[in-house]
């Protein structure tokens, strides 16, 4: 009976592992669209080759098409939020284990909105 308990155990505590581990959603894709206006992986290819990955246009769908984000090196991961204009936290965001959602907000994710204005102050002006 000690043998069984003690294998119940050892799995209890694999699942309270996988349980405390965090848990991130991949946003490659709409800071693509948000910030550079791109909605394919055509754009990005020639900008990854400038910071010297010299990526298919395969593999850089399968980096864009992530929900989770994949096993790639920081240096990657830099020139990402180079090339993005943005931070890790908006590249990676960390889901609320529970739910599932984004921890910032209970109302969904929160949105990579560039810093500057997105509209001309001169915009709604009638007489332009």
Same mark, same amino acid.
């Given at each position: 009976m000690k043998a069984a308990s003690g294998g119940q155990q050892e799995h209890s505590?694999?699942?309270d592992f996988h349980a405390r581990q965090p848990r991130c959603a991949w946003r490659l894709r709409e800071l693509m669209a948000v910030r550079r206006?791109?909605?394919?992986?055509?754009? /990005? &290819?020639p900008e990854l080759r400038?910071?010297?990955f010299d990526f298919d246009r395969?593999?850089?769908?399968? *980096?864009?098409?992530a929900e989770q984000p994949p096993k790639i090196p920081l240096e /990657? &991961?830099?020139?990402l939020c180079r090339i993005l204009d943005c931070r890790f936290e908006d590249l990676v965001?960390? *889901?609320?284990?529970e739910h599932g959602t984004d921890r910032s907000t209970k109302h969904g994710p929160a949105p990579a909105m560039p810093d500057g204005p997105v509209l001309s102050a001169?915009?709604?002006?009638?007489?332009s």
């Open positions: 505590g694999q699942s206006n791109w909605y394919n992986t055509t754009k /990005l &290819v400038r910071y010297g395969s593999t850089v769908y399968r *980096l864009v098409s /990657l &991961v830099v020139a965001v960390e *889901l609320d284990p001169d915009f709604f002006d009638a007489e």
